[in-house]
Each structure stands twice: as structure tokens, then as C-alpha cells.
């Protein structure tokens, strides 16, 4: 069922922008920073909620794997008209099998992630993303940290 939620056009710098900051304290409690480089503007059509969720799983991620003192960078572009936002933290970083098996329904990864959830979040996060036709990519270094690639078309 492709039942699509009210698609319209959103501004998804601000949606982006508006997560990662109701997403501060949690980050402030884990002593983590974030920092916010959104400096375009760009409008994609979608769904306000389903994107919302998105930005919140990756932000809620990359806060739960930083180390203390940790730095989490959100940032954004626009290549081939689409809208691009990254981001980055520079946790323990995700080992190349896990990698391959991220966005398995249920995987959790190993133990020592302390996970909590039934391991639905990136899976579901994909979705979302596919039925934007949007594209994400991960990829992380063991030790240095995580990369998440988000890519999303701009609407006309």
C-alpha cells in the first residue's frame, strides 16, 4: 500500500534545523555537541512527519553512539538538484559487517551498543526515504566515526 501521507512542500532545511535543536538537550545531557551548519534553503515534497521521524532517528543515533565530549556536525548542500544534509559524529564508528547488515529489519548490532528498541529505526528511516525518493548512505571508520549521507530530491 502506497498510501501516501498529505505530501507537500516542505521546507526541508527548517525541518532538519527545527530537530536538531529540540534534540540539544539530550545531547547536552550526554555532553555531546552539535553543530548545526545549515545555511541553505531548499524545498522537497514529502511528508512533514515522516521526515521529521528521519532526522530525529539520525540525530537520536549519532547522540547515543558519540563518546562523551563528542562532536555531532549536520550540515547541508545541493548537488544535481538535490538536497543534501550529512551528518557526521565521531563515535566508535560501526564495523564493515555490521555496516552491510545496518538496515536489516531487527539488526541490532552488537551487544556492547547498549541498543534499545527493536532495531526498527534505520529500517524504517530508509523507507521513508525511498518513498521520497530519496537516497541514505552510511558509512563509518572504526575509532573515527559515522557518516550519514541523506539525499533528497528538491521539488520543482
Not at 532538519?16 to 545531557?29: D, G, R, W
Amino acid at each position: 500500500t502506497n498510501k501516501k501521507l498529505e505530501y507537500i512542500d516542505i521546507d526541508i532545511a527548517e525541518i532538519v534545523k527545527s530537530i536538531a535543536i529540540k534534540m540539544m538537550p539530550l545531547a547536552q545531557e550526554k555532553e555531546v555537541a552539535i553543530n548545526i551548519d545549515i545555511k541553505l534553503s531548499a524545498t522537497v515534497c514529502g511528508s512533514k512527519i515522516e521526515l521529521e521521524r528521519v532526522f530525529y532517528n539520525i540525530i537520536n543515533n549519532a547522540i547515543t553512539h558519540a563518546a562523551k565530549g563528542g562532536l555531532i556536525i549536520i550540515a547541508d548542500s545541493i548537488s544535481l538538484n538535490k538536497y543534501i544534509i550529512t551528518i557526521t559524529d565521531n563515535g566508535a564508528g560501526i564495523s564493515k559487517d555490521i555496516l552491510n547488515k545496518i538496515f536489516d529489519p531487527f539488526f541490532r548490532g552488537d551487544k556492547s551498543r547498549n541498543t534499545q528498541g527493536a532495531g526498527l529505526g534505520l529500517t524504517i528511516t530508509k523507507k521513508i526515504i525511498e518513498n521520497h525518493n530519496g537516497t541514505i548512505a552510511i558509512k563509518s571508520e572504526m575509532d573515527k566515526g559515522t557518516n550519514v549521507i541523506i539525499s533528497l530530491p528538491i521539488s520543482s
